[in-house]
C-alpha cells in the first residue's frame, strides 16, 4: 500500500483559493479505528468555516478538511469488532476526508445502503447525523407536529425534509428562489416559503405557529424564529450564517414556555457519535436502503478542484449536496 497520498490542505486562513493539493503521508488506524480509501468526499459549511479560520479541529483531528466521505476499509486498527478489510462503508470523519486515505472511528462507519453508490453514500453521514440527533434527539420531532426549517434546499435542509416528512410531520420550508422552494416542494414539504417575496414568520402564525424550527441562519432570523413558534415551541439552532448574536426579548420564552437549544457535532464525543450512528442503523439506513429517502445531488469536482466545489457551495445556488472525487466508483 502506497505510504504517500494525494490531499487537499488548508494553507491559510482565507477563500477557496487557499485549498491547495499536497503530498501527506498515509494515515494508520489507531485502537478502534479503520482506515479508508476514499472514493468520495462530501463538501459541507463548515469546511468552508475552517478554511476561513473560524472552526477549529478538535484535538487530535487531522488539520485536512472533510467530515465525511465514503470508500473502501484497507486497515482495520487494533480494537475493531464487526468491520473487515474490503468492506464498502461512508464514515462521519474528525477530519481529513480531502485525501486519499483517512483514518476515523470504526464506529462511526456505517454501511453503504442497499442499492447505493459511493457518491451518493459519501453525502450521508454528516447530513443525516445532524439532522437526526438535532431534529428528532435534541428537538424531539413527532407525527403531526409543525416543522420549519430553512435553507430547505441545502444538504441538511432537503435531508430534514424528507426524514420529517417520513416521520408524519408537517413540513415547512424557506428557500431563496422558486427553483428551490420547488425542490422543496417535491421532497415532501407542505409549504415552500420564498424568503425573498414572504414573511416566513407570518406564515407560519397563520398556520398556528412551527411547533420546531430548524434553523442555520442566526442574526435576525433568532428573534424573527422565536415569534413563529407556537406556544411550547422549540428552536434548534446549528450555525450561524448571520451572525451568532441578536437581540431577543426573553419574555417570551417564560409566557409562551419556549425552548432554545441547538448543537454542533464535530466537537461532540466519539462515544455520543456511536450512539447516533446506531440509531441511524436502525430507524433511517432501511429507509435509504429501501429508496423511500435518498440524497439529493448538486454537482461534484474532482479533488484537486476542491476550490471550485466551495465556491459553489458559497455561491448558495446549489440545490443537495456538493461531492469530491477522491478516487471514484
Known amino acids: 500500500m502506497a505510504q504517500d497520498m494525494r490531499a487537499v490542505e488548508i494553507t491559510k486562513p482565507g477563500g477557496p483559493e487557499v485549498l491547495q493539493l499536497v503530498t501527506r503521508p498515509r494515515p494508520g488506524a489507531g485502537h478502534g479505528e479503520v482506515v479508508i480509501e476514499v472514493a468520495w468526499a462530501g463538501v459541507n459549511r463548515p469546511d468552508a468555516l475552517q478554511r476561513a479560520g473560524l472552526y477549529n479541529p478538535p484535538p487530535n483531528a487531522s488539520d485536512l478538511p472533510g467530515l465525511e466521505a465514503s470508500g473502501t476499509i484497507v486497515e482495520v486498527g487494533p480494537g475493531v469488532s464487526g468491520w473487515a478489510v474490503g468492506d464498502k462503508v461512508c464514515a462521519l470523519l474528525p477530519g481529513g476526508g480531502y485525501a486519499e486515505y483517512v483514518a476515523t472511528p470504526a464506529a462511526h462507519c456505517l454501511p453503504v445502503p442497499d442499492g447505493m453508490g459511493l457518491k451518493e453514500a459519501a453525502c450521508l453521514p454528516e447530513t443525516y447525523f445532524t439532522v437526526w440527533s438535532n431534529v428528532f434527539v435534541r428537538g424531539g420531532l413527532t407525527g403531526g407536529e409543525r416543522f420549519l426549517v430553512h435553507g430547505g434546499s441545502s444538504g441538511i435542509g432537503t435531508t430534514a425534509i424528507q426524514l420529517a416528512n417520513h416521520f408524519g410531520a408537517r413540513v415547512f420550508a424557506t428557500a431563496?428562489?422558486?427553483?428551490?422552494?420547488?425542490?422543496?416542494?417535491?421532497?415532501?414539504?407542505?409549504?415552500?416559503?420564498?424568503?425573498?417575496?414572504?414573511?416566513?414568520?407570518?406564515?407560519?402564525?397563520?398556520?398556528?405557529?412551527?411547533?420546531?424550527?430548524?434553523?442555520?441562519?442566526?442574526?435576525?432570523?433568532?428573534?424573527?424564529?422565536?415569534?413563529?413558534?407556537?406556544?411550547?415551541?422549540?428552536?434548534?439552532?446549528?450555525?450561524?450564517?448571520?451572525?451568532?448574536?441578536?437581540?431577543?426579548?426573553?419574555?417570551?420564552?417564560?409566557t409562551r414556555r419556549l425552548t432554545m437549544t441547538g448543537s454542533t457535532l464535530r466537537p461532540q464525543s466519539d462515544l455520543a457519535k456511536v450512539r447516533i450512528a446506531q440509531d441511524l442503523r436502525e430507524a433511517v439506513w432501511p429507509l435509504l436502503s429501501a429508496g423511500r429517502i435518498s440524497p439529493v445531488m448538486d454537482s461534484e469536482f474532482a479533488l484537486e478542484d476542491a476550490a471550485g466545489a466551495h465556491a459553489r457551495m458559497e455561491s448558495s445556488g446549489h440545490i443537495g449536496k456538493i461531492v469530491l472525487e477522491v478516487g471514484g466508483g
Not at 431563496?176 to 407570518?202: H, M, P, T, W
Open 176 to 254: 431563496g428562489s422558486e427553483e428551490k422552494c420547488q425542490a422543496c416542494r417535491d421532497l415532501g414539504a407542505e409549504v415552500a416559503i420564498n424568503y425573498r417575496e414572504d414573511d416566513f414568520k407570518q406564515v407560519m402564525k397563520d398556520e398556528g405557529g412551527a411547533h420546531l424550527i430548524l434553523c442555520m441562519v442566526g442574526g435576525a432570523y433568532i428573534a424573527r424564529n422565536l415569534s413563529a413558534l407556537a406556544d411550547d415551541g422549540r428552536l434548534v439552532q446549528i450555525a450561524f450564517l448571520q451572525g451568532p448574536k441578536a437581540e431577543v426579548n426573553f419574555a417570551q420564552l417564560m
